[in-house]
């Protein structure tokens, strides 16, 4: 079939918008038509040239949901009509990953993931000239139809608004999921949250929703402390109004009874080094955790004194929230359902597929929080 699609040509260019063939699922696959997909700051890493694993001509976009309309043989969990989001972390339920318990990474097909290809090792999509255009994370949900892996969507309530719940397919269960899977933040803890953007304010609801008590968000844009606070942020600090962020966070956390302070947990939602080791140094000697969300260009390394580690810190890393997709995604769904978390107001901007570059534009510009393209 043809399909319109917004396809990342070249590093560092706008997506073009243009027909591309796409090829029916094959064993195992689902052709899915996506009604509703977010802009991540993820797609803009990779489209900047930044990712190590970025590939060109590919279709983008990971944050999407749509409805199932062909299955390929010997799929039997989802039906053509089912609404799905697709996964960019799949569930496969059968890999030493996922039935170790110990991780949502499954493996099972990571390899050719990377490569921007289907399991099988090639990729459905081309040019009208008939030229392999790659998949992205699995998902190219850039694109109005996409084929997906049977593993890699999860099946969730049809009475869900396409245009909101895309936004489970990444920045809303990495940020909740980072608290409670990866952190497992207990009532009254003390957070630190950097950067608060898409990720850092799901980071913060998530926090509302486990019981912490002192909720501090770092960033550059002080036009991001309004929507914070209504999402739960308690204190807000700009690095660039203070002369030290770690010592401004530990006296803000320091009590008379404990006059070492310090976050028990923090979360990384920048993607940039220099505010993780900041985001792990500012957290309590003897059990502060940091959580490290943000994604880090080619050759970027983090560094800090062993000393902080020595001394009871913990570095930890994040993907997907530690969700497992086909498990957990649904639920999300529900508690967006039940008005248990909040998602339409981080929605900022609604673009149509035409408009796409514009929502990069406004990430770049840190005047959105989500752009959704709705087909
Ligand atoms: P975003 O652009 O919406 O938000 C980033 C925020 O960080 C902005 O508000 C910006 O002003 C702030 N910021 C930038 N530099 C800063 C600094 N030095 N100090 C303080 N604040 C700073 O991006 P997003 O969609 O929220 O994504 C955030 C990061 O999370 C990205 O790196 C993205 O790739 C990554 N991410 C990771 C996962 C995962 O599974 N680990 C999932 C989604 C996104
Ligand atoms: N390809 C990059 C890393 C990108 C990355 O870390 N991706 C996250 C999801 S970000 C979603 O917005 C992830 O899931 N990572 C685990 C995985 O298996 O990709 C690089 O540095 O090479
Ligand atoms: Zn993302």
Same mark, same amino acid.
């Given at each position: 079939? /043809?399909?319109?699609?917004?396809?990342?040509?070249?590093?560092?260019?706008?997506?073009?918008?243009?027909?591309?063939?796409?090829?029916?699922?094959?064993?195992? *696959?689902?052709?899915?038509?996506?009604?509703?997909?977010?802009? !991540?700051?993820?797609?803009?890493?990779?489209?900047?040239?930044?990712?190590?694993?970025?590939?060109?001509?590919?279709?983008?976009?990971? *944050?999407?949901?749509?409805?199932?309309?062909?299955?390929?043989?010997?799929?039997?969990?989802?039906?053509?009509?089912?609404?799905?989001?697709? #996964?960019?972390?799949?569930?496969?339920?059968?890999?030493?990953? !996922?039935?170790?318990?110990?991780?949502?990474?499954? =493996?099972?097909?990571?390899?050719?993931?990377?490569?921007?290809?289907?399991?099988? @090792?090639?990729?459905?999509?081309?040019?009208?000239?008939?030229?392999?255009?790659?998949?992205?994370?699995?998902?190219?949900?850039?694109? $109005?139809?996409?084929? #997906?892996?049977?593993?890699?969507?999860?099946?969730?309530?049809?009475?869900?608004?396409?245009?909101?719940?895309?936004?489970?397919?990444?920045?809303?269960? =990495?940020?909740?999921?980072?608290?409670? $899977?990866?952190?497992?933040?207990?009532?009254? &803890?003390? &957070?630190?949250?950097?950067?608060?953007?898409?990720?850092?304010?799901?980071?913060?609801?998530?926090?509302?929703?486990?019981?912490?008590?002192?909720?501090?968000?770092?960033?550059?844009?002080?036009?991001?402390?309004?929507?914070?606070?209504?999402?739960?942020?308690?204190?807000?600090?700009?690095?660039?109004? !203070? *002369?030290?962020?770690?010592?401004?966070?530990?006296?803000? =956390?320091?009590?008379?009874?404990?006059?070492?302070?310090?976050?028990?947990?923090?979360?990384? !939602?920048?993607?940039?080094?220099?505010?993780?080791?900041?985001?792990? *140094?500012?957290?309590?000697?003897?059990?502060?955790?940091?959580?490290?969300?943000?994604?880090?260009?080619?050759?970027?390394?983090?560094?800090? /004194?062993?000393?902080? #580690?020595?001394?009871?810190?913990?570095?930890?890393?994040?993907?997907?929230?530690?969700?497992?997709?086909?498990?957990?995604?649904?639920?999300?769904?529900?508690?967006?359902?039940?008005?248990?978390?909040?998602?339409?107001?981080?929605?900022?901007?609604?673009?149509?597929?035409?408009?796409?570059?514009?929502?990069?534009?406004?990430?770049?510009? @840190?005047?959105?929080?989500?752009?959704?393209?709705?087909?």
């Amino acid at each position: 079939m /043809r399909t319109r699609a917004a396809v990342a040509v070249q590093a560092g260019k706008p997506l073009e918008i243009m027909e591309v063939n796409l090829a029916g699922p094959k064993a195992g *696959e689902v052709l899915v038509e996506i009604k509703a997909t977010g802009i !991540c700051h993820t797609d803009e890493f990779t489209l900047s040239g930044a990712d190590p694993e970025g590939l060109f001509p590919a279709i983008l976009g990971h *944050e999407g949901a749509g409805v199932v309309v062909e299955v390929g043989p010997g799929v039997t969990s989802v039906k053509p009509g089912d609404h799905v989001i697709p #996964l960019y972390t799949p569930e496969c339920r059968a890999c030493p990953s !996922c039935l170790s318990q110990k991780t949502n990474l499954c =493996t099972a097909i990571r390899g050719t993931q990377g490569q921007g290809l289907m399991p099988d @090792g090639t990729s459905r999509f081309s040019t009208l000239d008939g030229d392999p255009i790659l998949h992205y994370m699995g998902c190219s949900t850039f694109s $109005n139809y996409t084929v #997906l892996p049977e593993i890699a969507v999860a099946k969730v309530r049809e009475d869900a608004p396409f245009d909101k719940i895309c936004y489970i397919g990444c920045g809303v269960t =990495t940020g909740i999921g980072a608290v409670i $899977n990866t952190a497992k933040v207990e009532i009254g &803890a003390k &957070a630190v949250v950097f950067g608060l953007g898409g990720i850092g304010l799901n980071v913060i609801q998530g926090l509302r929703l486990a019981g912490a008590d002192m909720i501090i968000g770092v960033d550059l844009n002080p036009g991001k402390k309004e929507m914070a606070e209504k999402f739960g942020m308690t204190h807000f600090v700009n690095p660039k109004e !203070c *002369e030290n962020v770690v010592q401004e966070i530990v006296n803000l =956390t320091k009590t008379p009874f404990d006059k070492i302070g310090g976050a028990d947990y923090s979360f990384d !939602c920048t993607g940039n080094v220099k505010v993780m080791r900041d985001a792990l *140094e500012c957290t309590h000697r003897g059990w502060g955790q940091s959580i490290i969300i943000g994604v880090a260009p080619a050759g970027a390394e983090i560094s800090t /004194r062993p000393f902080q #580690l020595v001394t009871g810190r913990v570095w930890k890393g994040t993907a997907f929230g530690g969700a497992r997709g086909r498990t957990d995604v649904p639920k999300i769904v529900d508690w967006y359902m039940e008005g248990k978390i909040e998602i339409d107001s981080m929605i900022t901007h609604k673009l149509s597929l035409d408009e796409i570059n514009k929502g990069f534009d406004l990430m770049h510009a @840190g005047e959105s929080i989500r752009s959704v393209v709705v087909y």
